[in-house]
């Protein structure tokens, strides 16, 4: 290996904390450079695989399927002329009749060409769907908050015991850089507990 490879390697751990550059002395292992979590909120996996590792057997209900317009703020999350196409999914994935997640899913029209007699089935993974079409995402930018379900969406469903929410709203990218999924998923506060490493 030649040593400005090697330069390079060890600055990328030190920015990473994984070693501490002692001046004079040397380089260390960080403390927390041996702390791991199973399932990290950092780690990119599609809703349907987050839901399995929790241990559930989750039931997905599609509460709402159309093509619209895009409106200029998702036009905007997912990189399209305003008023372009784009398809709304809304979906509530249960387990034991327990209401687990509420979703919101927006695609660009695009993405999904249909022969006009069969569907796509929006009550499996989209991101299973995409892959199909060599379009799956393999990264995302989230913003995560405490919330409740909005009002109007918890009385329209009888979800108003749904409680305490945590949002998470996503965009996902594939490969190529394209964005693929604006979504928005609101965890049922009781039911989900994310883990993280601080450093």
């Known amino acids: 290996m030649s040593r400005p490879t090697l330069r390079e390697a060890l600055k990328l751990l030190e920015q990473e904390a994984v070693i501490d550059v002692h001046q004079g002395k040397g380089r260390f292992l960080a403390a927390g450079a041996s702390l791991s979590i199973a399932r990290p909120i950092t ?8 839901v399995a590792s929790h241990g559930y057997k989750a039931q997905t209900r599609v509460l709402g399927f159309a093509t619209v317009p895009a409106p200029p703020e ?11 196409a ?20 927006w695609l ?11 569907a796509p ?19 995302s930018t989230a913003n995560v908050m405490a919330t409740l379900l909005p009002p109007e969406v918890a009385a329209m469903h009888g979800l108003e015991a749904f409680g305490p929410a945590l949002l998470i709203e996503e965009i996902c990218y594939a490969a190529d850089g394209s964005r693929v999924i604006y979504a928005l998923d609101y965890h049922r506060g009781s039911a ?3 883990s993280f490493v601080r450093k």
């Not at 709304?88 to 327990?98: F, H, K, N, V, Y």
């Not at 660009?108 to 069969?118: H, S």
């Not at 089935?121 to 990264?139: Q, T």
């Open 43 to 50: 780690k990119f996996e599609s809703v349907s695989q987050m």
């Open 74 to 84: 998702i036009a905007a999350k997912l990189d399209l002329a305003e008023g372009a």
């Open 86 to 105: 784009a398809l709304r999914i809304e979906r509530l994935r249960s387990s034991g009749g327990q209401p687990l997640i509420y979703s919101i899913d």
């Open 108 to 118: 660009p029209r695009d993405l999904i060409v249909t022969d006009g007699e069969t």
């Open 121 to 139: 089935d929006w009550s499996g993974s989209i991101v299973a769907l995409l892959a199909k079409l060599d379009r799956n995402p393999v990264a």
């Open 192 to 194: 989900f507990s994310f």
